[in-house]
Protein backbone atom coordinates (compact mmCIF):
# COMPACT_ATOMS: atom_id res chain seq x y z
CA UNK A 1 0.00 0.00 0.00
CA UNK A 2 1.16 3.53 -0.50
CA UNK A 3 2.24 5.80 2.20
CA UNK A 4 1.37 8.91 0.72
CA UNK A 5 -0.99 10.54 -1.87
CA UNK A 6 -1.11 12.94 -3.38
CA UNK A 7 -4.75 15.36 -4.29
CA UNK A 8 -4.82 16.64 -7.55
CA UNK A 9 -8.46 18.82 -6.78
CA UNK A 10 -10.41 20.58 -4.55
CA UNK A 11 -13.59 20.98 -2.85
CA UNK A 12 -15.66 18.07 -1.30
CA UNK A 13 -13.98 15.52 -3.38
CA UNK A 14 -10.32 16.35 -2.08
CA UNK A 15 -12.01 15.75 0.92
CA UNK A 16 -13.42 12.66 -0.10
CA UNK A 17 -10.54 11.59 -0.97
CA UNK A 18 -8.70 12.54 2.27
CA UNK A 19 -11.52 10.65 4.18
CA UNK A 20 -10.22 7.86 2.42
CA UNK A 21 -6.67 7.77 2.81
CA UNK A 22 -6.99 8.38 6.62
CA UNK A 23 -8.87 5.38 7.25
CA UNK A 24 -6.27 3.48 4.99
CA UNK A 25 -3.45 4.82 6.79
CA UNK A 26 -1.87 6.52 4.10
CA UNK A 27 -0.58 10.18 4.64
CA UNK A 28 -1.99 12.82 2.36
CA UNK A 29 -0.97 16.19 0.37
CA UNK A 30 -3.20 18.54 -0.76
CA UNK A 31 -2.69 20.95 -3.44
CA UNK A 32 -3.79 24.12 -3.32
CA UNK A 33 -4.20 27.52 -5.48
CA UNK A 34 -2.98 31.05 -3.81
CA UNK A 35 -6.87 31.91 -3.29
CA UNK A 36 -7.86 28.69 -1.58
CA UNK A 37 -5.47 28.63 1.10
CA UNK A 38 -8.27 28.92 3.63
CA UNK A 39 -10.28 25.88 1.89
CA UNK A 40 -11.01 22.65 4.18
CA UNK A 41 -8.61 20.18 2.49
CA UNK A 42 -5.97 22.24 2.42
CA UNK A 43 -6.70 22.46 6.48
CA UNK A 44 -7.18 18.93 6.55
CA UNK A 45 -4.79 17.02 4.52
CA UNK A 46 -1.08 16.28 6.43
CA UNK A 47 0.91 18.63 3.77
CA UNK A 48 -0.05 21.02 1.13
CA UNK A 49 1.47 22.87 -1.36
CA UNK A 50 0.54 25.78 -3.38
CA UNK A 51 0.91 24.92 -6.98
CA UNK A 52 -0.62 28.39 -8.55
CA UNK A 53 -2.62 31.88 -8.75
CA UNK A 54 -6.72 31.05 -8.49
CA UNK A 55 -7.02 30.70 -12.23
CA UNK A 56 -7.12 26.62 -13.14
CA UNK A 57 -5.44 26.88 -15.81
CA UNK A 58 -2.32 28.20 -13.89
CA UNK A 59 -3.00 26.02 -10.88
CA UNK A 60 -5.55 22.64 -10.97
CA UNK A 61 -4.76 22.25 -14.28
CA UNK A 62 -1.02 22.99 -14.56
CA UNK A 63 0.41 19.08 -14.61
CA UNK A 64 4.06 20.37 -13.61
CA UNK A 65 3.25 22.24 -10.69
CA UNK A 66 1.14 19.48 -9.55
CA UNK A 67 4.25 16.91 -10.41
CA UNK A 68 6.73 19.07 -8.90
CA UNK A 69 4.26 19.10 -5.45
CA UNK A 70 4.71 15.51 -5.69
CA UNK A 71 8.75 15.44 -5.99
CA UNK A 72 8.47 17.96 -3.12
CA UNK A 73 6.67 15.91 -0.94
CA UNK A 74 7.79 12.32 -1.98
CA UNK A 75 3.96 11.05 -2.69
CA UNK A 76 3.95 8.11 -4.41
CA UNK A 77 0.42 8.19 -6.16
CA UNK A 78 -1.81 10.60 -7.33
CA UNK A 79 -5.97 10.66 -7.08
CA UNK A 80 -7.12 13.30 -9.63
CA UNK A 81 -10.74 13.31 -8.10
CA UNK A 82 -13.52 14.50 -10.45
CA UNK A 83 -12.71 17.97 -12.99
CA UNK A 84 -10.12 19.33 -13.74
CA UNK A 85 -7.53 16.43 -14.58
CA UNK A 86 -9.34 13.25 -13.98
CA UNK A 87 -10.07 12.09 -17.77
CA UNK A 88 -6.96 13.79 -19.12
CA UNK A 89 -4.37 10.98 -20.52
CA UNK A 90 -1.71 13.57 -20.82
CA UNK A 91 -1.30 14.34 -16.99
CA UNK A 92 -1.54 10.23 -16.08
CA UNK A 93 0.88 9.62 -18.70
CA UNK A 94 3.31 12.54 -17.42
CA UNK A 95 2.81 10.80 -13.73
CA UNK A 96 3.78 7.90 -14.61
CA UNK A 97 6.87 8.75 -16.41
CA UNK A 98 7.95 10.81 -13.14
CA UNK A 99 7.24 7.34 -10.98
CA UNK A 100 3.90 8.35 -9.07
CA UNK A 101 0.66 5.77 -9.89
CA UNK A 102 -2.21 7.43 -11.08
CA UNK A 103 -4.96 6.46 -9.14
CA UNK A 104 -7.41 5.98 -12.54
CA UNK A 105 -7.36 3.67 -15.42
CA UNK A 106 -4.75 2.75 -17.98
CA UNK A 107 -3.14 5.46 -19.73
CA UNK A 108 -4.50 3.75 -22.70
CA UNK A 109 -8.16 3.92 -21.57
CA UNK A 110 -8.54 6.90 -20.58
CA UNK A 111 -6.88 8.24 -24.08
CA UNK A 112 -9.32 5.76 -25.84
CA UNK A 113 -12.49 6.25 -24.35
CA UNK A 114 -11.94 10.09 -24.18
CA UNK A 115 -12.84 10.38 -27.39
CA UNK A 116 -16.18 9.38 -27.46
CA UNK A 117 -16.15 8.56 -31.39
CA UNK A 118 -13.91 5.59 -31.19
CA UNK A 119 -15.40 4.89 -27.93
CA UNK A 120 -18.82 4.23 -29.77
CA UNK A 121 -17.29 2.10 -32.55
CA UNK A 122 -15.83 0.08 -29.96
CA UNK A 123 -18.99 -0.54 -28.17
CA UNK A 124 -20.97 -0.89 -31.32
CA UNK A 125 -18.59 -3.84 -32.36
CA UNK A 126 -19.00 -5.85 -29.15
CA UNK A 127 -23.19 -5.75 -29.96
CA UNK A 128 -24.15 -3.42 -26.94
CA UNK A 129 -26.90 -1.12 -28.79
CA UNK A 130 -25.67 2.61 -29.29
CA UNK A 131 -27.61 5.66 -30.33
CA UNK A 132 -28.09 5.87 -34.15
CA UNK A 133 -25.82 8.23 -35.86
CA UNK A 134 -22.84 9.49 -37.87
CA UNK A 135 -20.25 6.49 -38.28
CA UNK A 136 -17.33 9.12 -37.08
CA UNK A 137 -16.44 12.63 -36.80
CA UNK A 138 -18.82 15.14 -39.31
CA UNK A 139 -16.26 17.74 -40.68
CA UNK A 140 -18.49 19.51 -43.24
CA UNK A 141 -22.06 21.10 -43.26
CA UNK A 142 -23.08 19.16 -46.23
CA UNK A 143 -21.68 15.97 -44.12
CA UNK A 144 -23.69 17.08 -41.33
CA UNK A 145 -26.74 17.86 -43.23
CA UNK A 146 -26.47 14.45 -45.22
CA UNK A 147 -26.54 12.48 -41.87
CA UNK A 148 -29.03 14.42 -40.37
CA UNK A 149 -31.95 13.46 -43.25
CA UNK A 150 -30.35 10.00 -43.28
CA UNK A 151 -31.09 9.61 -39.56
CA UNK A 152 -34.26 12.40 -39.31
CA UNK A 153 -34.51 15.49 -37.34
CA UNK A 154 -34.22 15.99 -34.35
CA UNK A 155 -31.01 15.32 -33.92
CA UNK A 156 -28.45 16.38 -31.22
CA UNK A 157 -24.26 17.92 -31.85
CA UNK A 158 -22.02 16.89 -29.25
CA UNK A 159 -17.96 17.00 -28.99
CA UNK A 160 -15.84 13.86 -29.80
CA UNK A 161 -13.65 15.29 -26.60
CA UNK A 162 -16.66 16.65 -25.04
CA UNK A 163 -17.67 16.51 -21.30
CA UNK A 164 -19.59 18.25 -18.27
CA UNK A 165 -22.71 18.73 -21.08
CA UNK A 166 -20.76 21.43 -22.96
CA UNK A 167 -20.45 21.87 -26.68
CA UNK A 168 -23.95 19.95 -26.91
CA UNK A 169 -26.31 21.38 -29.49
CA UNK A 170 -29.72 19.78 -30.09
CA UNK A 171 -31.35 20.93 -33.78
CA UNK A 172 -34.94 20.50 -34.46
CA UNK A 173 -34.98 20.88 -38.51
CA UNK A 174 -32.90 21.74 -41.13
CA UNK A 175 -33.12 25.45 -40.95
CA UNK A 176 -31.25 25.38 -37.71
CA UNK A 177 -28.68 22.89 -38.73
CA UNK A 178 -25.89 25.25 -40.13
CA UNK A 179 -25.75 27.73 -37.79
CA UNK A 180 -25.54 24.92 -34.69
CA UNK A 181 -23.04 23.01 -36.63
CA UNK A 182 -20.67 26.30 -36.48
CA UNK A 183 -21.60 26.81 -32.87
CA UNK A 184 -21.31 23.39 -31.32
CA UNK A 185 -17.62 23.13 -33.98
CA UNK A 186 -16.52 26.44 -32.13
CA UNK A 187 -17.64 25.82 -28.82
CA UNK A 188 -16.22 22.35 -28.84
CA UNK A 189 -12.73 23.87 -29.65
CA UNK A 190 -12.32 26.61 -26.90
CA UNK A 191 -13.70 23.89 -24.40
CA UNK A 192 -11.66 20.99 -25.08
CA UNK A 193 -9.40 22.04 -28.04
CA UNK A 194 -10.24 19.64 -30.59
CA UNK A 195 -13.18 20.79 -32.88
CA UNK A 196 -14.57 17.75 -33.88
CA UNK A 197 -18.25 17.09 -33.61
CA UNK A 198 -20.69 13.87 -34.54
CA UNK A 199 -23.93 13.88 -35.20
CA UNK A 200 -26.74 11.12 -33.15
CA UNK A 201 -30.15 10.43 -33.21
CA UNK A 202 -31.88 12.93 -30.58
CA UNK A 203 -33.96 10.37 -28.37
CA UNK A 204 -37.36 11.78 -27.11
CA UNK A 205 -38.05 12.20 -23.42
CA UNK A 206 -34.82 9.69 -22.29
CA UNK A 207 -33.58 9.21 -19.16
CA UNK A 208 -30.10 8.90 -17.76
CA UNK A 209 -28.76 5.91 -16.55
CA UNK A 210 -25.69 4.94 -15.84
CA UNK A 211 -23.52 1.80 -14.46
CA UNK A 212 -20.78 2.20 -12.02
CA UNK A 213 -18.25 -0.18 -12.74
CA UNK A 214 -15.21 -1.20 -10.65
CA UNK A 215 -12.12 -3.75 -11.79
CA UNK A 216 -8.82 -4.60 -11.18
CA UNK A 217 -5.60 -4.88 -12.63
CA UNK A 218 -6.16 -9.03 -12.85
CA UNK A 219 -9.30 -8.07 -15.47
CA UNK A 220 -12.11 -9.07 -12.78
CA UNK A 221 -14.79 -6.34 -13.36
CA UNK A 222 -17.80 -5.99 -11.12
CA UNK A 223 -20.71 -3.77 -11.86
CA UNK A 224 -22.40 -1.86 -8.89
CA UNK A 225 -25.93 -1.21 -10.21
CA UNK A 226 -27.48 1.64 -12.08
CA UNK A 227 -27.81 5.80 -11.04
CA UNK A 228 -30.56 7.38 -12.49
CA UNK A 229 -29.54 11.45 -13.16
CA UNK A 230 -32.42 11.98 -15.13
CA UNK A 231 -32.83 15.54 -13.28
CA UNK A 232 -30.95 17.68 -15.14
CA UNK A 233 -31.11 21.44 -16.19
CA UNK A 234 -29.29 21.91 -19.16
CA UNK A 235 -27.61 18.49 -19.35
CA UNK A 236 -26.00 18.70 -15.63
CA UNK A 237 -27.17 16.60 -13.43
CA UNK A 238 -28.92 18.08 -10.02
CA UNK A 239 -30.68 14.95 -8.66
CA UNK A 240 -29.42 11.33 -8.84
CA UNK A 241 -31.16 8.21 -7.16
CA UNK A 242 -30.46 4.48 -7.21
CA UNK A 243 -32.30 2.35 -8.15
CA UNK A 244 -33.33 3.61 -11.13
CA UNK A 245 -37.54 3.82 -10.70
CA UNK A 246 -37.21 2.75 -14.64
CA UNK A 247 -35.23 -0.88 -13.79
CA UNK A 248 -36.26 -3.81 -12.93
CA UNK A 249 -34.18 -6.83 -12.04
CA UNK A 250 -34.13 -8.09 -15.61
CA UNK A 251 -33.27 -4.63 -16.86
CA UNK A 252 -30.77 -4.20 -14.43
CA UNK A 253 -28.98 -7.48 -15.05
CA UNK A 254 -28.91 -6.32 -18.80
CA UNK A 255 -27.66 -2.91 -18.01
CA UNK A 256 -25.15 -4.26 -15.93
CA UNK A 257 -23.76 -7.45 -18.07
CA UNK A 258 -23.22 -4.88 -20.81
CA UNK A 259 -21.48 -2.05 -18.92
CA UNK A 260 -18.76 -5.12 -17.73
CA UNK A 261 -18.71 -5.94 -21.16
CA UNK A 262 -17.27 -2.39 -22.31
CA UNK A 263 -15.17 -2.36 -19.42
CA UNK A 264 -13.61 -5.81 -20.61
CA UNK A 265 -13.35 -4.60 -24.20
CA UNK A 266 -11.02 -2.08 -23.55
CA UNK A 267 -8.86 -3.71 -20.62
CA UNK A 268 -10.86 -1.44 -17.48
CA UNK A 269 -9.33 -1.13 -14.34
CA UNK A 270 -10.49 1.29 -11.68
CA UNK A 271 -13.62 2.66 -10.76
CA UNK A 272 -15.61 3.81 -14.01
CA UNK A 273 -19.32 4.82 -14.88
CA UNK A 274 -20.94 3.60 -18.25
CA UNK A 275 -23.40 6.51 -19.31
CA UNK A 276 -26.59 5.33 -20.88
CA UNK A 277 -29.36 6.59 -22.60
CA UNK A 278 -32.78 4.40 -22.10
CA UNK A 279 -35.77 5.48 -23.92
CA UNK A 280 -40.18 5.57 -23.21
CA UNK A 281 -39.86 1.74 -24.74
CA UNK A 282 -36.75 0.96 -22.14
CA UNK A 283 -34.61 0.28 -24.59
CA UNK A 284 -30.86 1.60 -23.59
CA UNK A 285 -28.07 3.03 -25.64
CA UNK A 286 -24.84 3.27 -24.39
CA UNK A 287 -23.59 7.23 -24.42
CA UNK A 288 -19.94 7.53 -22.80
CA UNK A 289 -17.91 5.73 -20.38
CA UNK A 290 -16.39 8.73 -17.50
CA UNK A 291 -12.92 7.44 -16.47
CA UNK A 292 -12.76 8.68 -13.04
CA UNK A 293 -15.11 8.44 -9.91
CA UNK A 294 -17.65 10.26 -10.57
CA UNK A 295 -19.97 13.30 -8.20
CA UNK A 296 -22.99 10.97 -7.52
CA UNK A 297 -20.85 8.06 -6.57
CA UNK A 298 -21.41 8.12 -2.89
CA UNK A 299 -25.80 7.02 -3.50
CA UNK A 300 -23.90 3.75 -4.88
CA UNK A 301 -21.67 3.47 -1.68
CA UNK A 302 -24.62 3.99 0.51
CA UNK A 303 -26.82 1.36 -1.10
CA UNK A 304 -24.36 -1.45 -1.95
CA UNK A 305 -22.13 -1.32 0.97
CA UNK A 306 -18.51 -0.81 -1.03
CA UNK A 307 -16.77 2.35 -0.41
CA UNK A 308 -15.57 3.45 -3.94
CA UNK A 309 -12.79 5.60 -3.57
CA UNK A 310 -11.09 3.42 -0.81
CA UNK A 311 -11.65 0.36 -3.66
CA UNK A 312 -9.92 2.78 -6.23
CA UNK A 313 -6.85 3.06 -4.03
CA UNK A 314 -6.36 -0.30 -3.31
CA UNK A 315 -6.93 -1.61 -6.98
CA UNK A 316 -4.20 1.22 -7.50
CA UNK A 317 -1.79 -0.64 -5.05
CA UNK A 318 -2.19 -3.62 -6.92
CA UNK A 319 -4.69 -5.80 -4.87
CA UNK A 320 -7.11 -7.83 -6.33
CA UNK A 321 -10.96 -7.41 -5.96
CA UNK A 322 -12.21 -9.53 -3.04
CA UNK A 323 -16.21 -9.52 -4.13
CA UNK A 324 -17.57 -11.30 -6.73
CA UNK A 325 -20.30 -10.24 -8.34
CA UNK A 326 -22.66 -12.66 -6.85
CA UNK A 327 -21.68 -11.75 -3.20
CA UNK A 328 -22.68 -8.48 -4.13
CA UNK A 329 -26.66 -6.99 -2.68
CA UNK A 330 -28.06 -3.53 -3.17
CA UNK A 331 -30.17 -2.54 -0.35
CA UNK A 332 -32.47 0.16 0.16
CA UNK A 333 -32.68 3.45 -1.58
CA UNK A 334 -30.37 6.46 -2.15
CA UNK A 335 -30.69 9.65 -3.35
CA UNK A 336 -28.52 12.77 -3.58
CA UNK A 337 -29.48 16.58 -4.60
CA UNK A 338 -26.32 18.59 -5.50
CA UNK A 339 -26.61 21.79 -3.46
CA UNK A 340 -24.71 24.94 -5.72
CA UNK A 341 -24.19 28.40 -4.37
CA UNK A 342 -26.42 29.68 -7.15
CA UNK A 343 -29.71 32.13 -7.50
CA UNK A 344 -32.73 29.96 -9.26
CA UNK A 345 -34.28 32.80 -9.75
CA UNK A 346 -32.14 34.61 -11.55
CA UNK A 347 -31.65 31.89 -13.76
CA UNK A 348 -29.39 30.24 -11.88
CA UNK A 349 -26.60 32.71 -11.60
CA UNK A 350 -23.91 31.70 -9.81
CA UNK A 351 -23.56 33.43 -5.90
CA UNK A 352 -19.91 33.31 -4.49
CA UNK A 353 -19.54 34.95 -1.17
CA UNK A 354 -18.44 34.87 2.28
CA UNK A 355 -20.64 31.93 4.17
CA UNK A 356 -21.76 33.32 7.44
CA UNK A 357 -23.61 30.53 9.18
CA UNK A 358 -23.96 26.67 8.07
CA UNK A 359 -25.86 23.85 9.79
CA UNK A 360 -25.13 20.35 8.43
CA UNK A 361 -28.12 18.27 8.27
CA UNK A 362 -27.47 14.89 10.33
CA UNK A 363 -29.22 11.63 11.38
CA UNK A 364 -29.26 8.08 10.87
CA UNK A 365 -28.82 7.28 6.61
CA UNK A 366 -27.84 11.10 6.24
CA UNK A 367 -24.85 11.84 4.75
CA UNK A 368 -23.11 15.54 3.57
CA UNK A 369 -20.07 15.14 1.66
CA UNK A 370 -18.98 19.19 1.88
CA UNK A 371 -16.33 21.08 1.88
CA UNK A 372 -17.99 24.48 3.86
CA UNK A 373 -17.47 26.05 7.36
CA UNK A 374 -18.94 29.49 8.80
CA UNK A 375 -16.11 31.94 7.33
CA UNK A 376 -15.24 29.84 4.29
CA UNK A 377 -15.67 32.02 1.36
CA UNK A 378 -17.00 30.37 -1.29
CA UNK A 379 -14.77 31.35 -4.73
CA UNK A 380 -15.78 32.50 -8.62
CA UNK A 381 -13.55 31.06 -10.26
CA UNK A 382 -14.30 26.98 -9.34
CA UNK A 383 -17.29 24.84 -9.74
CA UNK A 384 -20.16 26.45 -7.19
CA UNK A 385 -21.53 23.00 -5.80
CA UNK A 386 -20.78 23.35 -2.46
CA UNK A 387 -22.49 20.04 -0.76
CA UNK A 388 -23.59 16.93 -1.53
CA UNK A 389 -26.64 15.62 0.49
CA UNK A 390 -27.46 11.87 -0.16
CA UNK A 391 -29.94 9.70 1.67
CA UNK A 392 -30.32 6.20 2.74
CA UNK A 393 -33.45 4.66 3.80
CA UNK A 394 -35.84 0.98 3.02
CA UNK A 395 -37.61 2.61 -0.32
CA UNK A 396 -37.84 5.42 -2.51
CA UNK A 397 -40.79 7.09 -0.92
CA UNK A 398 -38.80 6.89 2.71
CA UNK A 399 -35.53 8.02 0.98
CA UNK A 400 -37.45 11.32 -0.08
CA UNK A 401 -38.83 12.13 3.11
CA UNK A 402 -35.27 12.16 4.43
CA UNK A 403 -34.14 13.94 2.15
CA UNK A 404 -36.86 16.57 2.76
CA UNK A 405 -35.93 16.66 5.78
CA UNK A 406 -32.74 16.90 5.82
CA UNK A 407 -33.07 19.67 2.88
CA UNK A 408 -35.65 21.46 5.41
CA UNK A 409 -32.68 21.56 8.10
CA UNK A 410 -29.78 22.77 6.21
CA UNK A 411 -28.73 26.43 7.08
CA UNK A 412 -26.12 28.02 4.75
CA UNK A 413 -26.71 31.94 5.37
CA UNK A 414 -24.61 34.65 3.43
CA UNK A 415 -24.35 33.07 0.22
CA UNK A 416 -27.63 32.25 -2.15
CA UNK A 417 -28.26 28.04 -2.70
CA UNK A 418 -30.51 26.26 -4.86
CA UNK A 419 -31.88 24.30 -1.38
CA UNK A 420 -35.14 25.56 -1.59
CA UNK A 421 -35.48 24.85 -5.54
CA UNK A 422 -34.67 21.18 -4.55
CA UNK A 423 -37.26 21.30 -1.83
CA UNK A 424 -39.55 22.32 -4.98
CA UNK A 425 -38.41 19.37 -7.01
CA UNK A 426 -39.13 16.71 -3.85
CA UNK A 427 -42.56 18.00 -3.57
CA UNK A 428 -43.22 17.67 -7.60
CA UNK A 429 -45.73 15.28 -7.76
CA UNK A 430 -44.26 13.90 -11.28
CA UNK A 431 -41.00 13.48 -9.53
CA UNK A 432 -42.78 11.47 -6.76
CA UNK A 433 -43.68 8.78 -9.09
CA UNK A 434 -40.76 8.21 -10.03
CA UNK A 435 -41.58 10.03 -13.36
CA UNK A 436 -38.46 11.87 -14.82
CA UNK A 437 -36.99 12.22 -18.19
CA UNK A 438 -33.89 14.49 -18.59
CA UNK A 439 -36.38 17.09 -19.94
CA UNK A 440 -38.49 17.01 -16.84
CA UNK A 441 -36.87 20.61 -15.53
CA UNK A 442 -37.16 22.20 -18.63
CA UNK A 443 -40.91 21.50 -19.07
CA UNK A 444 -40.93 22.93 -15.53
CA UNK A 445 -39.73 26.39 -17.39
CA UNK A 446 -36.34 25.68 -15.54
P1 LIG B 1 -21.00 14.78 -21.57
O1 LIG B 1 -19.72 14.17 -22.00
O2 LIG B 1 -21.01 16.26 -21.70
O3 LIG B 1 -21.46 14.26 -20.25
P2 LIG B 1 -23.00 13.04 -22.79
O4 LIG B 1 -22.78 12.39 -24.11
O5 LIG B 1 -22.85 12.18 -21.59
O6 LIG B 1 -22.05 14.31 -22.68
O7 LIG B 1 -24.44 13.71 -22.77
C1 LIG B 1 -24.82 14.62 -21.75
C2 LIG B 1 -26.33 14.67 -21.62
O8 LIG B 1 -26.94 15.08 -22.87
C3 LIG B 1 -26.98 13.34 -21.30
O9 LIG B 1 -27.00 13.10 -19.92
C4 LIG B 1 -28.36 13.52 -21.88
O10 LIG B 1 -29.13 14.29 -20.98
C5 LIG B 1 -28.13 14.37 -23.12
N1 LIG B 1 -27.99 13.57 -24.37
C6 LIG B 1 -26.83 13.09 -24.88
N2 LIG B 1 -27.04 12.41 -26.04
C7 LIG B 1 -28.36 12.44 -26.27
C8 LIG B 1 -29.22 11.90 -27.31
N3 LIG B 1 -28.73 11.22 -28.34
N4 LIG B 1 -30.54 12.13 -27.22
C9 LIG B 1 -31.04 12.85 -26.19
N5 LIG B 1 -30.30 13.37 -25.20
C10 LIG B 1 -28.98 13.18 -25.21
P1 LIG C 1 -20.49 13.50 -13.17
O1 LIG C 1 -19.38 13.17 -12.25
O2 LIG C 1 -21.75 12.87 -12.80
O3 LIG C 1 -20.17 13.39 -14.62
P2 LIG C 1 -20.26 16.21 -13.58
O4 LIG C 1 -20.29 16.09 -15.06
O5 LIG C 1 -20.95 17.38 -12.96
O6 LIG C 1 -20.88 14.97 -12.89
O7 LIG C 1 -18.77 16.09 -13.01
C1 LIG C 1 -17.67 16.63 -13.62
C2 LIG C 1 -17.64 18.07 -13.24
O8 LIG C 1 -17.31 18.21 -11.89
C3 LIG C 1 -16.62 18.88 -13.94
O9 LIG C 1 -17.02 19.24 -15.22
C4 LIG C 1 -16.48 20.07 -13.02
O10 LIG C 1 -17.33 21.14 -13.38
C5 LIG C 1 -16.94 19.54 -11.68
N1 LIG C 1 -15.89 19.61 -10.68
C6 LIG C 1 -14.61 19.97 -10.82
N2 LIG C 1 -13.96 19.95 -9.70
C7 LIG C 1 -14.82 19.57 -8.77
C8 LIG C 1 -14.72 19.36 -7.37
N3 LIG C 1 -13.62 19.51 -6.71
N4 LIG C 1 -15.83 18.96 -6.72
C9 LIG C 1 -16.94 18.77 -7.40
N5 LIG C 1 -17.09 18.96 -8.71
C10 LIG C 1 -16.04 19.35 -9.38
MG1 LIG D 1 -21.88 12.32 -19.75
Do not use: W
Not at 6 to 27: P, Y
Not at 236 to 261: F, Y
Not at 284 to 292: C, H, L
Amino acid sequence: MFSKILIANRGEIAVRVIHACRELGIATVAVYSKEDRESLHVQLADEAVCIGPKEPKESYLNIKSILAACELTKAEAIHPGCGFLAENSKFAKMSELCGLKFIGPSVKAIKFLGDKIKAKQLVKQIGVPVVLGSEGAIKTKKEAKKVASEIGFPVIIKAKAGGGGKGIRIVNNKEELDSAFSLAQSEAGAYFGDDEIYIEKYIKNPRHVEVQILGDEFLNVLHLGERDCSVQRRNQKLIEETPSPAVDENLRRKLGTAAVKIARACGYYGAGTVEFLLDEKKNFYFMEVNTRVQVEHGITELVSGIDIVKSQIRIASGEKLKTKQKDLNFKGHSIECRINAEIPEKNFLPSPGVIRDVYIPTGNGVRVDHAIYSGYSVLPYYDNMIAKVMVYDATRKEAIAKMESSLAEFIVSGINTNIDFQLKILRNKDFLNGNVDIGFLERLGY
